[in-house]
């Protein structure tokens, strides 16, 4: 009978000290998830980040922002970018050089400067030189009008652009 209850005693105690490990093992988990939710917050932190990348570099390849970019552009910077066209544009109204007069060129119809001998690729593209259309052109000529006879290889920044067509709106 005693032998029993001593078992039974450091059985029970066993299994006191099992239930406190179990405790303590769940404590932990416990204690670790809440860390784990801690290192979400950073990891959500990131995703949103990537947005903000995604946005901007979306603002980039979309219309509305170049809009918005002629919207603060700077007109003297824009002269000055002019000056790598000056070569080869005037800009009085029907003083064609080596290209075609760029007077009123904004909105103006496409190949229509008068006397000026213009390539077919520019002379089949129809329309208007309307912001976006001049925003391809001069980004890269040959690439929209391939064959052209603009030997210009485009202005690669977006703001030289913005700038360079806003000063062309004043040219009317
Ligand atoms: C090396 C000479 C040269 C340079 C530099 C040059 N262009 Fe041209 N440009 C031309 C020629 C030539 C044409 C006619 C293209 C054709 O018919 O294929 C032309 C055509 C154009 C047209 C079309 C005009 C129309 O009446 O349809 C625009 C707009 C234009 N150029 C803008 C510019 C701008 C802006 C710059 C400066 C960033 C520039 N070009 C630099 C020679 C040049």
Redesign the pocket.
Known sequence: MDTMGITKIVGSACAALLVLLMLQWGAETIYHVGNDGHGEDHASAYPIEMDDAEEETKAQEEGPSFADMLAEADVEKGAK??S??K???KLEAGKNG???S?FN?VD?A????EG?G??D??KGLGGN?GVEE?NS??TK?KDY?PG?????SG?KKETDRAN?ISY?QTIK
């Open positions: 970018v002019f790598k066209c070569a080869c544009h080596v290209g075609p760029l060129i103006r496409i190949a229509s400067s000026f213009y390539s690729v520019v030189w001049l052109f001069l000529p009008a052209t006879k603009m030997s210009f202005l360079l062309l």
